[in-house]
């Protein structure tokens, strides 16, 4: 057979290999594609885990501190130390410093007549979430809707990067939570605090994934319990 008759091979790809080809491309870059979602909303959630730690032991310490520096003080309704206002907000007056909060839904809320937030002597814009001031006094407490001078106030809650708030804040204290050798009474402060996203949330609580409006990515709330000791001195 001479050269000229040899039949001639083709070295190109045919069609149904093309389309396996593509095929399998097309499922690996779905798998990274995949990959890569699933690693960002890893890694987005663990930076909003880490301010929500961050804010709530920054929070938790000062709160410590205070306690630690002010005399015993009364928790029961109608006192002058300790005043929850409602689901919306609350103050607690420490003698050295009082701390004036409200909770997330009430600032998502946006009360247009402002009766039921506590606010600002002027208007700033800027709703208060957790806030620290010098009230030797505790005037806050005594009135509980005196507005809140800015420049006398330390935002110990900022909104940050992920819109942080607290949700609930609680102070208890036992009949007989008092230390026998130091005369110091025990305080447990319990509060959650996280994102404010209102779609996000249920109850103060994150969603389940899966539930509409649920963003496991963003969305994430810690509690937080302190235990705290007041000076032997009652006022």
Request: aromatic share 8%.
């Amino acid at each position: 057979m001479s050269h000229a008759d040899r039949p001639i091979r083709s070295n190109g790809f045919t069609l149904i290999e093309l389309m396996l080809a593509m095929t399998f491309i097309s499922i690996l870059l779905v798998a990274i594609a995949v990959t890569i979602i699933q690693i960002s909303n890893i890694y987005n959630h663990g930076i909003t885990l880490k301010e929500v730690n961050q804010a709530g032991r920054s929070l938790a310490a000062d709160l410590q501190r205070s306690v630690r520096a002010s005399s015993q003080f009364d928790i029961s309704n109608g006192g002058n130390h300790y005043i929850q206002q409602g689901d919306w907000g609350g103050r607690l007056c420490l003698g050295n410093y009082s701390y004036i909060w409200n909770y997330g839904k009430a600032i998502n809320d946006n009360d247009p007549n402002e009766s039921n937030l506590n606010v600002y002597t002027s208007d700033t814009g800027i709703a208060i979430r957790f806030v620290k001031v010098i009230d030797p006094s505790s005037s806050y407490c005594l009135n509980p809707a005196k507005k809140v001078e800015p420049s006398e106030a330390i935002d110990l809650v900022n909104v940050g990067d992920h819109n942080l708030a607290v949700h609930n804040f609680t102070v208890t204290s036992g009949e007989n939570a008092v230390d026998t050798r130091t005369g110091q009474r025990l305080y447990s402060i319990k509060f959650v605090i996280g994102t404010n996203d209102t779609n996000a949330l249920d109850g103060g609580v994150c969603k389940s994934p899966g539930t509409p409006g649920a963003d496991p990515s963003y969305c994430s709330v810690q509690e937080f319990n302190v235990v705290a000791r007041a000076g032997n001195a009652v006022e």
